[in-house]
Nanobody, 121 residues
Framework: QVQLVESGGGLVQPGGSLRLSCGAS????????MGWYRQALGEEREVVGT???????NYADSVKGRFTISRDNAKNTVYLQMNRLKPEDTGVYYC???????????????WGQGTLVTVSP
């Protein structure tokens, strides 16, 4: 069974930084796309950013210049470095993976359990 496990959420003051991590478990051959989504209370889930297996990243306009997504393919791990955090960045952050291939096949649209990020004075 494939699992995505996130870590690194918490409470931070406005202007502060946090780093989220997400690792995929199992004997994985390849992951096509990894990324992060977030969901604020009462809102729909939205994309934060994604990164391809080659390292090409895309970001939501709201986080450009403040957040950086990176990945370590050898560790099947994706990171989200969040700087200059704002209260509107508060929400549950979900790790995402698509096109994950292991010995049993290829999996689409995989999600982590979510980690809460709270930006507040």
């Amino acid at each position: 069974q494939v699992q995505l496990v996130e870590s690194g959420g918490g409470l931070v003051q406005p202007g502060g930084s946090l780093r989220l991590s997400c690792g995929a478990s199992g004997n994985i051959f390849r992951i096509n796309v990894m990324g992060w989504y977030r969901q604020a209370l009462g809102e729909e889930r939205e994309v934060v950013g994604t990164v391809s297996s080659g390292g090409s990243a895309n970001y939501a306009d709201s986080v450009k210049g403040r957040f950086t997504i990176s990945r370590d393919n050898a560790k099947n791990t994706v990171y989200l470095q969040m700087n200059r955090l704002k209260p509107e960045d508060t929400g549950v952050y979900y790790c995402y993976a698509d096109g994950l291939t292991n010995g049993f096949g290829t999996y689409r649209d995989l999600w982590g359990q979510g980690t809460l990020v709270t930006v507040s004075p």
